[in-house]
């Protein structure tokens, strides 16, 4: 009966959307506004998560993907969205740029893989190599937000450019905003390079290494 009512509850959510509300504010997280419409445990959310039906991405999914890691990670990973092989295999850090995020985090940042919270933006891989609609990350959106409420991190970053766009509603220059730290609600944003473009863009690796320094830092 719960999980219907949530359901229920996050279609009334994406229709008011389509009229025009919006359920976060730009720079400020609009935290409370799912707060009460959402389960208040992970364990809850993710079965809401998984049984989501709000656009037609659950259509070209074989799961959601609930997030991975710590439920009270100081640190949080968003990626914009699920990628074929994370759909086809259901797991977290898979090929390449999977192993190089783990390699940030267990090599630069002294962390486990099972310290920090790794999650998506959009919870279902898009159709193809389609980027998902305005609506379609809209819909994931109050999700997302639980999530920041129930793990409280201390730092958010965001891989690449459309998750940050997607997280701070923000769609300004990225390489201008990366690498920066941004008040976010009660925790701390910090945008870095996607995984996978640093594979196919090496030259870049040192400019990624000083962000996760910063984030080491802030860390400490």
Known sequence: MDSFQNIA???????????GYDYVDPITPNIQATSNTLPDSLHT????????????????????????GNERAQLLFVDAYVSAA???????????SGVMLR????????LKAEE???THAVKCKPFGFQIPSHSECSSCSPFLLKQFELIKPRIIVTLGPDAFNIVSG???DFERMRGEIIPYGDALLIPMYHPLYLVRNP??????????????????
Not at 86 to 96: A, F, I, P
Not at 103 to 110: Q, S
């Open 116 to 118: 920090v919270y790794f």
């Open 45 to 68: 959310l993710g079965e809401s998560i998984s049984q989501c039906y709000l656009c037609d991405l659950s259509k070209s999914r074989r799961q959601s993907m609930r997030g991975y």
């Open 103 to 110: 390699d940030m985090i267990e090599k630069v940042l002294n």
């Open 86 to 96: 994370e759909d086809e295999s259901s797991e977290y850090y898979v090929g390449r």
């Open 203 to 220: 030259s870049l690796k040192k400019e990624a290494f000083r962000d996760l320094q910063t984030i080491k830092g802030q860390l400490s």
């Open 170 to 172: 923000e769609s300004g």
């Open 9 to 19: 509850l996050l279609e009334n959510l994406y229709r008011l959307k389509s009229l």
